[in-house]
C-alpha cells in the first residue's frame, strides 16, 4: 500500500529536497507541500495523507502547535490505530525540549534534518505503520524522562484495566524498546500472536501507536 505524504516545512528548498527523497521510493506518494503550520493543517484536513513529516519552527503556527491540532481527541467509536495522519518531527535542534513537546502533542517520530535520506525513509515508512519507535532520534531515555515528568508513582487499577497478564506482558516490553519479534521470543510465542497482542493493547488503551504505549506505561508506573 502506497504512504501518502505532506511534508510541511517554511523553506521552499528543504520541502523540495525531502519530496525528491521521499518520492524515489515506489512506496511513497507526496501528495502536497505546506509552508507553515496553519496551511498543513489545512492541508491534511483536506488530503487525509498518512503521514505528516512536520517542521518545528514555521510562521503562523509552529509545528509543535500543529502536531497538536491535527491529532487531537479521536471520537469514541475511532479505533485509536487508524487515526490519521501519523506524525514525523524534522527538525536541527538537538533538544530535549523539543522532543517532549513533540511527544506531548502527539507525535510518533523525531528525527533530526542531518539523517540520512535512508533514515528518512524508514522514518515515514515506521510511523505510517505504527510498528516500532524512531531510533535513535526518539531513545527510551527520553522517552522516560518525558513521561517521569508525570507518572504515577505506582500502577493505578485504571492502567491496566481491561488489560490480560499476557497483554500487560508485552505492554511492559514494548516499553523496554523491543520488537514484535524480540517479544515472541521473550514470551516464546509466534510473532502474529504478539502483533495481535499489539493491537489489543492500543485499542484497549486508546493509543494511536507504540510510541504513546511507551510513554503510557512509563506515565503510569508500569516499568523503571
Known amino acids: 500500500m502506497t504512504i501518502r505524504v505532506l511534508i510541511a516545512d517554511d523553506q521552499v528548498m528543504i520541502r523540495d529536497g525531502l519530496a525528491a527523497l521521499l518520492s524515489s521510493d515506489p512506496g511513497i506518494e507526496v501528495i502536497g507541500q505546506a509552508g507553515n503550520g496553519r496551511e498543513a493543517v489545512e492541508m491534511a484536513r483536506r488530503l487525509d495523507p498518512d503521514v505528516v513529516v512536520m517542521d518545528i519552527r514555521m510562521p503562523e503556527m ?3 502547535a500543529a502536531t497538536a491540532e491535527l ?3 479521536p471520537a469514541a467509536d475511532t479505533d485509536p490505530a487508524d487515526v490519521r495522519p501519523k506524525v514525523l518531527v524534522l527538525t536541527t535542534f538537538d533538544l530535549d525540549e523539543y522532543v517532549y513537546e513533540a511527544l506531548g502533542a502527539g507525535a510518533s517520530g523525531f528525527l ?3 539523517a540520512s535520506a535512508a533514515d ?7 510511523v505510517a ?4 519507535l524512531l531510533a535513535p532520534s526518539i531513545t527510551r531515555r527520553l522517552i522516560g524522562d518525558f513521561a517521569r515528568r508525570r507518572r504515577h508513582q505506582r500502577p493505578s ?3 491496566t484495566a481491561g488489560l490480560t497478564p499476557r497483554e500487560l506482558d508485552v505492554l511492559r516490553l514494548i516499553a523496554r524498546g523491543l520488537s514484535n519479534a524480540e517479544i515472541a521470543a521473550e514470551l516464546v510465542l509466534a510473532e502474529q500472536t504478539v502483533k495481535t497482542h499489539v493491537g489489543h493493547v492500543l485499542t484497549k488503551l486508546a493509543l494511536r501507536d507504540r510510541t504513546q504505549a ?4 512509563y506515565e503510569n508506573g508500569l516499568v523503571g
Open 71 to 73: 491529532i487531537g481527541a
Open 129 to 132: 505503520s505504527g510498528d516500532a
Open 157 to 159: 487499577p485504571q492502567a
Open 112 to 114: 533530526l534534518k542531518d
Open 214 to 217: 511507551v510513554v503510557y506505561a
Open 62 to 64: 509552529d509545528g509543535l
Open 120 to 126: 528518512l525513509v524508514n522514518g515515514v515508512r515506521v
